[in-house]
């Protein structure tokens, strides 16, 4: 198929066209497992019947009508969020980026408005990720996503991530906001640590500070709570979300607390798409399956088999170093000798049927449905291990 798209991406080989739960099929007919789940978005699978009804009931009724009203859908869907965690307002928008732009963005401002224009620096972590605009790319600890954009937004520091000396050495009375994801996602699964997390907590008090928690990929039920960050007693005055907000369709969302809420008045942010009423629908209704204790049970229940079950293939083969993360947000950490090739094991994976994700060159991702059930984990545990198989024995020919 001829390919009219910028070449930013590099797609697979195959063409989705199709999918049904943890299903996919291609344009050819052949049969995926999918256990990448759109990059940790398909929280509840693929073309969920009460999704699809949500979905098309709204589409009959209202699609768009813009940030001069608000709709029954927005504020159903913002009544949700608010109801099931710290926040008390709610700004919409299209995805993660647009989202911690809007946390960003309100951080400075709220700085701003109470301390003066010199308190704006921004903390963030080494080998964060925060999307893919500007401010995000700067503020996301991975140079090779920003350097090229120069001249970049200024006032942001990098520490590394879990290193709480670094970040006690880096807050300080300019500080306007700590940035935090409590699973770095994109850059290798890696779970922050709670001294880390009090300490952010405890510095942004000290300082006057916003703590941001980024859970665009760990929000959702992702690791088998609502927000990753009621796994434990560290609560942010800013949240972001969006991946699974909307379980495939775009919806991004900041959270926060009537504290900061104010200093986004009128007029001062703003977003063409944000609360659009099919986005909210769906939201609203994917919220209602995800935050239901089946659904989280099961999140946790696969979880646990999921890992184990690849700390045997780990153990067997020997490619794994160790397997790591929560809930349903995996990553397999390659062994010493096959760092770097974590893009060729994803794939030998496809060719046998299953769909997995990379976090960098180093560790392979699961991000599947929430919904996964026995036979499912079974299976794609079973396809991965014969993709290793296979992929093993074609290296050392
Ligand atoms: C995917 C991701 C983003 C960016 O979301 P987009 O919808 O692609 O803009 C931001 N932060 C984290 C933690 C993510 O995983």
Not at 275 to 298: Q, W, Y
Not at 311 to 324: A, H, Y
């Amino acid at each position: 198929m001829k390919n009219y798209l910028t070449p930013n991406f590099s797609f697979a080989p195959v063409i989705p066209a199709k999918g049904l739960g943890s299903r996919v099929w291609d344009t050819e007919g052949r049969e995926y497992l999918d256990l990448a789940g759109g990059i940790a978005v398909n929280a509840l699978g693929h073309c969920h019947p009460d999704l699809v009804q949500a979905l098309t009931e709204q589409a009959g009724k209202l699609w768009h009508i813009s940030n001069i009203y608000t709709t029954e859908a927005a504020q159903n869907l913002a009544e949700k969020l608010v109801e099931h965690t710290f926040a008390d307002k709610v700004f919409f928008c299209n995805s993660g980026a647009e989202a911690n732009e809007a946390a960003l963005k309100l951080a400075r401002k709220y700085a701003r408005d109470h301390y003066g224009a010199d308190k704006n620096e921004i903390i963030a972590c080494v080998n964060a990720f925060h999307g893919r605009t500007l401010f995000t790319v700067s503020v996301g600890g991975q140079p090779k996503y920003s350097e090229d954009f120069a001249p970049l937004p200024q006032g942001i520091t990098h520490i590394p991530f879990n290193d709480t000396a670094a970040l006690e050495a880096a807050v300080s009375d300019k500080t306007c906001a700590v940035i935090i994801e409590p699973v770095q996602g994109e850059s290798g699964v890696l779970p922050a640590e709670t001294d880390f997390l009090q300490a952010a907590r405890r510095l942004c008090d000290q300082y006057g500070a916003a703590l941001i928690f980024d859970e665009v990929q760990t929000g959702m039920g992702r690791t088998g709570k609502l927000f990753a960050y009621q796994q434990g007693d560290v609560i942010p005055d800013i949240l972001t979300s969006a991946k699974a907000l909307g379980s495939g369709f775009p919806i991004g969302a900041m959270l926060t607390s009537d504290k900061f809420a104010p200093s986004f008045g009128p007029g001062t942010h703003g977003s063409t798409f944000g609360g659009n009423p099919l986005a909210c629908a769906v939201a609203a209704k994917a919220f209602d399956i995800i935050n239901c204790t089946s659904t989280l049970e099961n999140t946790v229940r696969q979880g646990e088999k999921l890992k184990a079950a690849l700390q045997k293939v780990g153990e067997e083969t020997g490619v794994f170093q160790t397997v790591r993360g929560q809930g349903l947000l995996i990553g397999c950490v390659l062994a010493e000798p096959y760092r770097g090739r974590a893009g060729e094991i994803s794939a030998a994976a496809l060719t046998q049927g299953l769909m997995i994700l990379v976090a960098g060159p180093n560790v392979l991702r699961l991000a599947p449905s929430l919904l996964i059930d026995d036979a499912e984990v079974a299976e794609g545990v079973g396809k991965l291990r014969a993709a290793l198989d296979a992929w093993l024995a074609a290296a050392s020919a």
